[in-house]
């Protein structure tokens, strides 16, 4: 099978979030992961649906200036080689296998009804899986919020 790249950028922007990129068809597919993306298979993550990024934009780690649109730090949380076991996103379900640092087995991306930018991301129930999983984050937590 053929493998292509992806990566997901930890983006601590006013909220922290995941920013989860395939590479297909020549950009970065893309879908903003609230909750990070999580090897426990009864953990159903939204994945947002973004607009596509270029794949020049696969290596990038940096702070996205006050101001701009999605300002705060980016750095990679993970990132390595994935390919496509079944479905199709234009079809609304794509599973595909992990081969990164972090994550590692298969994973799928199923788009919701109602509306078109809502997909479920979910671990398939492999090797992999593990119930007890923990998001950690790679950079320290940023809580713009503060408590009164």
């Known amino acids: 099978m053929k493998r292509s790249r992806f990566v997901i950028h930890e983006h601590h922007a006013t909220n922290l979030h995941f920013d989860f990129r395939l590479e297909i068809a020549g950009v970065l597919k893309s879908w903003a992961v609230p909750k990070g993306v999580s090897l ?13 990024h270029a794949v020049s934009y696969i290596d990038f780690e940096g702070t996205l200036a006050e101001g701009t649109y999605g300002a705060g730090e980016v750095r990679i949380w993970d990132n390595g080689e994935f390919e496509i076991v079944a479905g199709q996103l234009e079809k609304g379900k794509l599973v595909f296998r992990l081969f990164g640092k972090k994550l590692q087995g298969e994973f799928a991306l199923l788009r919701m009804k109602g509306n078109e930018r809502n997909w479920l991301l979910i671990k398939s129930k492999d090797e992999f899986a593990d119930s007890n999983w923990e998001l950690e984050t790679v950079l320290p937590s940023q809580n713009k919020k503060s408590k009164s």
Do not use: F, S
């Open 40 to 52: 426990n298979p009864n953990e159903k993550r939204l994945a947002v649906a973004v607009p596509d």
